[in-house]
């Protein structure tokens, strides 16, 4: 089975400018979470979908959003870009009470 | 909210020697622990997870230990290998709740 791919893997942005990341969950996964990963602030929770819905979301400002399709790929919007949105971001598939799978992640630098 | 605390944030070991790396968590709802690790370049990968309702699990080299009175769990690696290098980290949730609060993590190194 293949694993939880991510793309792009790299991304460079201006402050000010938006981006959309993309994420395809294990095949038969449901669930897709999304995590951002700093050196300061270590690996955090963003948003979780499952069916669609946006079950679960962490302590991140509107900027950070979402969407899950009906295929169960998803993607994360991040607009007006800070600086401190230079991050490693990391998706992970599961379904319902099932281990999550992280796949490697999209690495974004703002300047 | 939860709160998980990770010591040490480095650790290394002579090979063939073992590992241990210890958690701590706030939240006496959390019941399901996993550990993963994180090599240089790459997504974090489980290696072992525990739920609450065991105090222990074992999987070859690797184990998980839990005390849910102290709310803390623990990850011990045996006989150490080049291999093991790499940063691990710990997490807790409610089970079926998708949101895994981390650890801070751990890079291990291994010596030769």
């Known amino acids: 089975k293949a694993g939880v791919t991510q793309t792009p893997r790299y991304l460079i942005k201006t402050r000010g400018q938006q981006v959309t990341l993309s994420c395809s969950p294990i095949?038969?996964?449901?669930?897709v979470s999304w995590y951002q990963q700093t050196p300061g602030q270590g690996l955090q929770f963003l948003f979780e979908?499952?069916?669609?819905?946006?079950?679960n979301k962490g302590n991140f400002p509107g900027r950070f959003s979402g969407r899950q399709f009906s295929n169960s790929r998803s993607e994360m919007n991040v607009s007006t870009l800070e600086l401190g949105d230079s991050a490693l971001y990391l998706c992970a598939s599961s379904n319902p009470q099932e281990t999550q799978y992280f796949g490697p992640g999209t690495r974004l630098l703002v300047l | 909210g939860e709160n998980v605390e990770q010591h040490p944030s480095t650790l290394s070991v002579q090979e063939g020697d073992s590992a241990v790396i210890k958690c701590t968590y706030s939240?006496?709802?959390?019941?399901?622990f996993p550990w993963y690790k994180q090599e240089l370049g790459k997504g974090p990968q489980l290696i072992i997870d525990?739920?609450?309702?065991?105090g222990e699990k074992k999987d070859q080299r690797i184990a998980v230990t839990l005390n849910k009175t102290a709310k803390h769990f623990s990850l011990h690696i045996t006989e150490t290998q080049p291999e093991d290098s790499a940063v691990y980290f710990c997490?807790?949730?409610?089970?079926?709740?998708?949101?895994?609060?981390f650890g801070t993590g751990t890079r291990l190194t291994i010596i030769p």
């Open positions: 939240d006496s709802a959390s019941n399901y």
């Open positions: 095949s038969g996964h449901r669930s």
């Open positions: 997490a807790a949730s409610i089970f079926g709740n998708e949101k895994l609060t």
């Open positions: 979908y499952f069916s669609e819905t946006q079950r």
């Open positions: 525990i739920r609450s309702n065991v």
